[in-house]
């Protein structure tokens, strides 16, 4: 099945914007979904179908894709913002969902 | 307690079984597709398994394909993990989750995520 690469650590300061990104071969035919993840909690999701937002979530959040490569944008970002960021796809030619390494956001 | 309740983790030796519950609440279970979804300690998330919402599909991780079966039971709204042959790397919480849109056949993206039950595999 396909590998998605994500940065291991992406930092950034209050109030300025993170860009997450992931990689891989599936990108340009799948949907990619972005789960955030903070310490003891379970996944959240944030954004999924490429750019769609749950009900919930911040519109400071958002989701890109171009090519192989999709992005994951967070706007005037918080303190409350720090945590693990996975992408994920379902890989229809292996039938199996992928996850990205995942990504620890830091904010400074 | 939340819509997705996991039951059953614990300690087992090596190549020993264990069968993982997730009891549902709060929707109509029948109309969902799941996954069982593990996180190492300390490590990132790994899909697992997952089974539409009718059961007459089921997808594995290559790293369990053979060993682990997923199932469901519409009539009492509960999923199992019937693990077999256990490994020390099969060492991770493992978390029952929905997937987003009823009534599909293969995977999407999921929305609800149970809290997990720690399957530890040691001797």
């Known amino acids: 099945s396909s590998v998605l690469v994500q940065p291991p650590s992406v930092s950034v300061a209050p109030g300025k914007t993170a860009r997450i990104t992931c990689e891989g071969d599936s990108i340009g035919g799948e949907r990619v979904h972005w789960y955030q993840q903070k310490p003891g909690q379970v996944p959240v999701l944030v954004i999924y179908?490429?750019?769609d937002r749950p009900s919930g979530i911040p519109e400071r959040f958002s989701g890109s894709k171009s090519g192989n490569t999709a992005t994951l944008t967070i706007n005037w970002v918080e303190a409350g913002d720090e945590a693990d960021y996975y992408c994920?796809?379902?890989?229809?030619?292996?039938?199996?969902?992928?996850f990205g390494g995942g990504t620890k956001l830091t904010v400074l | 307690q939340g819509p997705l309740v996991e039951s059953g983790g614990g300690v087992v030796q090596p190549g020993r079984s264990l069968s993982l519950l997730c009891s549902t609440s709060?929707?109509?279970?029948?109309?969902?597709?799941m996954h069982w979804v593990r996180q190492a300690p300390g490590m990132g998330l790994e899909w697992v398994a997952f089974?539409?919402?009718?059961?007459?599909?089921?997808y594995y991780a290559d790293s369990v394909k053979g060993r682990f079966t997923i199932s469901r039971d519409n009539s009492k709204n509960t999923l199992t993990l019937q693990m077999n042959s256990l490994r020390v790397e099969d060492t991770a919480v493992y978390h029952c989750?929905?997937?987003?849109?009823?009534?599909?056949?293969?995977?999407?993206?999921?929305?609800?995520w149970g809290r997990g039950t720690l399957v530890t595999v040691s001797s």
């Open positions: 709060g929707f109509t279970f029948s109309r969902y597709a």
């Open positions: 989750a929905r997937d987003h849109i009823p009534y599909i056949a293969t995977g999407g993206t999921i929305d609800y």
């Open positions: 179908y490429d750019g």
């Open positions: 994920q796809v379902w890989d229809s030619s292996s039938d199996h969902v992928v």
């Open positions: 089974i539409s919402y009718d059961g007459r599909n089921e």
